[in-house]
């Protein structure tokens, strides 16, 4: 079957994305098995591995909004947040449908779904209204946690403690050596996502939660030309979001991610199409494949200005993950209750700030997620 241009374009930028996430993955492991085991690893460390490190993003752009100063253990985090959420607010929540490996993922498992069982299950209504509140729970948690309860000094003190320095490989760890709950919640989510496409990003993900609030002010969206449209409603068929695309104008929902899944659909020349706010144009405003290119265009440039200017690679030496890493286990490297220990540094160490320690409100239990 020939696959449409649009949707090759965002094809293209998914499994390019995946591909560089598989060899982030590769390195990582790579570099942190051996420091983990006390020896030299023969390769550095990925920057982009931080991309994993959610939470410890926010932290970073909360301080960077404060202090205007740039995280220096965790860079590449930052960089990441804003590029994913910058390409979201110019093309709506257009992160999920074309860079996030997760929503890959989704994606393919709910085809597999569609494939085998000839159709993708939907809560009824009643059920799915409250559940798509979930997702803004958690990123409600995370918002009053990071901007209301902690305050400035103590964002900065957790960004440079001794557990925000390992908690890259300990997200590593959670991933490499599942608990079985965590194997069993995972493939939990794996089966569910094949009978209930997106069952994680509908109902669960407070990422996709604060990109659907950001793409709602988004200048670049899906827009239906009422004019040209016969009603056949191909569109909303096949619209992932379950949104009623055929009666809408222009796709302002949170649930959009501006995948143009409905435009590929419609036989109607140029009736939906990605076009600014009041433009309502028989011809195609932007081509499909160019709406891609925007977005994705977007992320790189971020990525690249951080490069660019020195705020990409770590400040935490190699010397110094040699010296943390095996002893990743001790209460050093934990917080109880959202309190991270405090480190004593011998008097006169070179590094006063590392003598700092963290108070945190975020839950243990939430390691995974820096
Ligand atoms: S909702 Fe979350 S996991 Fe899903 S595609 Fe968006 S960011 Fe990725
Ligand atoms: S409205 Fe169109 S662009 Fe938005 S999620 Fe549905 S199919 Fe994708
Ligand atoms: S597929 Fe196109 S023509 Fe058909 S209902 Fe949707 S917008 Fe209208």
């Not at 460390?45 to 410890?56: C, K, N, Q, T, V």
Request: proline share 7%; hydrophobic share 50%; net charge positive.
């Amino acid at each position: 079957m020939k696959v449409p241009k649009t949707l090759h374009a965002r094809r293209t930028a998914q499994w390019a994305m995946a591909g560089v996430v598989v060899m982030i993955g590769v390195q990582f492991t790579m570099w942190v098995r051996p420091l983990l085991a006390g020896r030299w690893p023969g390769v550095s460390r990925p920057a982009g591995a931080e991309g994993f490190l959610p939470i410890d993003a926010m932290l970073a752009f909360r301080h960077w909004l404060g202090t205007g100063a740039i995280d220096a253990v965790h860079p590449a985090a930052l960089a990441i947040f804003v590029g994913i959420c910058l390409m979201s607010v110019i093309v709506a929540r257009s992160f999920c449908s074309h860079l996030c490996p997760v929503g890959l993922i989704s994606e393919l498992l709910g085809r597999l779904g569609l494939r085998s069982l000839g159709r993708n299950l939907t809560p009824p209504k009643w059920l799915d209204v409250p559940l798509r509140g979930l997702r803004f729970l958690l990123l409600g948690f995370f918002i009053w946690a990071i901007w209301f309860v902690m305050d400035q000094r103590g964002v900065e003190a957790f960004l440079i403690s001794p557990y925000a320095k390992v908690v890259d490989a300990k997200m590593w760890l959670f991933f490499a050596r599942p608990s079985r709950l965590t194997v069993a919640v995972l493939g939990v989510l794996a089966v569910g996502s094949v009978f209930v496409r997106d069952l994680w990003c509908r109902y669960l993900c407070p990422y996709g939660a604060l990109l659907g609030i950001l793409g709602r002010a988004a200048p670049l969206k899906v827009a239906r030309s009422a004019d040209l449209c016969t009603g056949c409603r191909a569109c909303t068929r096949a619209c992932p979001a379950r949104l009623p695309v055929h009666e809408m104008g222009r796709m302002t929902s949170i649930e959009c991610t501006s995948c143009q899944d409905c435009v590929v659909a419609c036989p109607v020349e140029s009736c939906l199409a990605v076009r600014p706010p009041l433009v309502i144009s028989r011809r195609r405003w932007l081509r499909p494949a160019a709406a891609v290119a925007v977005a994705v265009t977007l992320y790189v440039m971020v990525i690249g200005g951080f490069r660019l200017t020195g705020h990409w690679h770590t400040a935490v030496s190699e010397a110094e993950y040699h010296r943390r890493l095996p002893e990743i286990s001790s209460p050093l490297y934990t917080h109880v209750r959202g309190v991270t220990m405090t480190e004593r540094v011998p008097e006169g160490a070179a590094n006063a700030r590392s003598r700092r320690f963290a108070e945190s409100p975020l839950p243990s239990g939430t390691d995974h997620l820096q």
